[in-house]
């Protein structure tokens, strides 16, 4: 124990009345021995903070997104091998995109078809936007939504519909599509 004071005290900062640090000074903090540190105006506090809580919804937003896109996704796939793996005489694939406006104006009228010939025919929507359907999209050359694939029971392609121009256009494809493949004894029933 020293009874000898240090003789190499550190000084303490001088308070000021004014903060003379620049906020891009903060980079380099050994730069000023001044103990201020920049914070702004409140109102640029809170607009700071306002943006900071924009920006993390927005990212949550996003990671939700992408978890729905995901399980969406696999619902879509496993429903596809189902489909094909069902024996049923053929399948059809509705490659949609959700931002357009026809194929979800179509939804209803899918689902009605898909009703009245279940006893045959299985429908499987797959999300053209989606990069887990880029074999499908490549190996049945769809470069357009909507476009329905007509798969017969073993998963080869027989036939799509055209380029859409309007959906009374896709609803006659689809119709031409159903056609070729529905069982005779209900197109003798249908006339």
Not at 124 to 136: F, G, I, Q, S, Y
Not at 158 to 173: D, N
Request: overall charge positive.
């Amino acid at each position: 124990m020293s009874l000898i004071p240090n003789s190499n005290p550190k000084p303490k900062p001088k308070q000021t009345m004014f903060c003379l640090k620049w906020p891009w000074n903060e980079e380099n903090p050994n730069s000023s021995p001044s103990p201020c540190k920049f914070e702004g105006p409140w109102p640029l506090k809170s607009l700071q903070n306002l943006g900071l809580i924009a920006f993390n919804f927005a990212s949550s937003v996003s990671t939700r997104m992408k978890k729905t896109n995901l399980a969406q996704s696999e619902a879509e796939q496993r429903a596809f091998a189902s489909a094909l793996a069902s024996g049923k005489e053929a399948t059809l694939v509705e490659f949609y995109s959700p931002k357009c406006r026809l194929c979800n104006s179509l939804l209803n009228f899918v689902s009605e078809v898909e009703t009245r010939n279940s006893h045959w025919l299985n429908i499987v929507m797959a999300d053209a936007e989606n990069p887990n359907w880029l074999p499908e999209l490549l190996n049945y050359d769809v470069s357009y939504v909507p476009c329905f694939v007509l798969l017969d029971n073993n998963g080869k392609a027989l036939a799509k519909t055209g380029v859409p121009s309007s959906r009374l256009h896709v609803i006659a494809g689809l119709s031409h599509l159903l056609k070729m493949k529905r069982p005779l004894n209900q197109n003798e029933n249908d006339g």
